[in-house]
């Protein structure tokens, strides 16, 4: 005989604003969606950002240890890495990297 779950009513038990970074060479407007603080709230995402990209390219930087997720809301972002694979994302593409 298979039981059935019954879905347990969930409520939300706190709003909290995003915090704006304002304006970064690159960016146009750069906020934290879900930004650092307390673990128990945030997990499993250490932080959650939004980029509104205005120019092409970062400088370099590391990603090592960490997961990140882009999800391409409007436009195309071209990503590429130290080793040289590289490719675009467009309106609705989500890129998982996992760094090592």
Do not use: K, Y
Not at 20 to 39: C, E, F, K, V, Y
């Amino acid at each position: 005989m298979t039981t059935l779950s019954v879905p347990v009513a969930r409520r939300v038990n706190r709003v909290v604003d995003q915090v704006d970074l304002g304006p970064t060479p690159m960016s146009a407007r750069s906020t934290l969606a879900i930004a650092p603080g307390n673990d128990a709230w945030t997990d499993p995402f250490l932080l959650m950002g939004e980029e509104l990209v205005n120019q092409p390219g970062f400088d370099w930087h590391p990603h090592r240890g960490l997961e990140t997720v882009t999800l391409v809301l409007d436009g195309a972002l071209e990503h590429g890495d130290s080793l040289g694979n590289a490719g675009v994302l467009g309106p609705g593409d989500v890129q998982w990297m996992t760094a090592g």
